[in-house]
């Protein structure tokens, strides 16, 4: 059977791979996590050897361990497909003087494409093995990227449903069209009247309320997660970062063993916690860099050891990082208080009722892997400008907040490590951002004109996902006050 996932809030509650995927969020609202990682024992070099399938099967197999290797190797080969317009799944590239690992060309050219276009398989992989009879109602909040990627994953998928909730005013233009503009037929969207933490709470809630529960159970329905709570989309991600390894060991930039630093630009703290499973797995990692944007939660947490969501939220040009409650840093919390439930379920209660928390010293300590700076939107648009500047290539804003956090880390420390940034989204999906980044005056021009302009600039052709949404139909209007998202649900599942 191999290893549990245990409940970072209740010690006694322990799982297989396949039930924690199903069920998303554990008891209490508590995640999923292994109490330890396993060791990744085939060596780095026969790695380098594989493709992204081979890589991801020797990843993902040592973490689901109750996934027979036909039922993984079904999944990994249904997920990484031609649905990626690139044969490496995520190329990495020489700019800036450092590599960009491209996790966008998958279907909404969004990094959540890398986890969401396998979930779905590893769900109803698991509801099979699991003998469940439910249809599997998958709850998702968005803050831009998510969304799209979790409804092209589960659209039409036989024995699923989706529902997503994203911040009406808190998304990119293109975001949105892409989201109500899906033509799954089991599939929902509604914006709501408030932010990314609204609709995340929102959601969490409504995974705790057993009066809910109960009423959907007779109906015939249970829900689950495709946000980074969910263990299933943590694993597929640290495929990507040995992948980065590999690429750099084939191109001679490192030897066998070499450390390499690795900056991702956060949000929910599921990335970054992904890169970190790998370092446990036996990534050789010297330093994790964490980038914030003007939202510096994270920031703030890494240098002072507490954690203070009592502040503005600050709606900026990489939205999908407007976050003040990264989720997933409860799982990096658990580890460092020694896999201590009660010590965990304190921190978190505190957070909830507080709205801080601050970790002890010696906690702090276990933190030193971790870099932690942020960006703000002025430094963001230089970014853009002076990248696309030196040889033409075009980032987008996400990204742009890593590569200007690596520019101050390197200059604050002198470390010269070979490093991959994580580049998460593509430019197409920023346009304004981007182009008014490169040149002001295109601030009065058309979204469509700008993706225009962004083709002729960067040399890059527009991805089909734009395209598709040129003239696609809107399909989904629901608007709702946070209040309301559970009658919304209730009323899609009628
Ligand atoms: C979701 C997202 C992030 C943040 O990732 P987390 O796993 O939430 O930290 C960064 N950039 C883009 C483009 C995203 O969509």
Redesign the pocket.
Known sequence: MGFLYRNTRKKDEVIPASQAILQGLGSDSGLFVPDEIPAMDVPLTELAKMDYRGLAYEVMSRMLTDFTEEELKYCINSAYDEKFDDTKIAPLVKHHGTHFLELFHGKTI???DMALSILPYLMTTAAKKNKMDHEIVILTAT????GKAALAGFADVPGTRIAVFYPKSGVSPIQEKQMVTERGKNTFVAGIHGNFDDAQTGVKKMFSDPVLREDLDRQGFRFSSAN?INIGRLVPQMVYYYYAYTQLLNSGEIQAGDKINIVV????????LAAYYASLMGLPVNRLICASNDNKVLYDFFTTGTYDRNRDFILTTSP??DILISSNLERLIYRIAGNDAEKNAALMKELSETGKYTVTDEMKKELSRFYGNFADMDTVAATIKAVYDEDGYIIDP?TAVAAAVYDMYKKETGDETPAVIAS??SPYKFTRSVMTAIDPSLQSEEDFALVDKLEQLSGVKIPQAIEDIRSAPVLHKTVCEIEEMETVVRNFLK
């Open positions: 969004a990094f959540k803050s831009g990227d998510t980074s630009p956060t949000g929910n703290f599921g990335n970054i999908s990082m996400h998460t989204a």
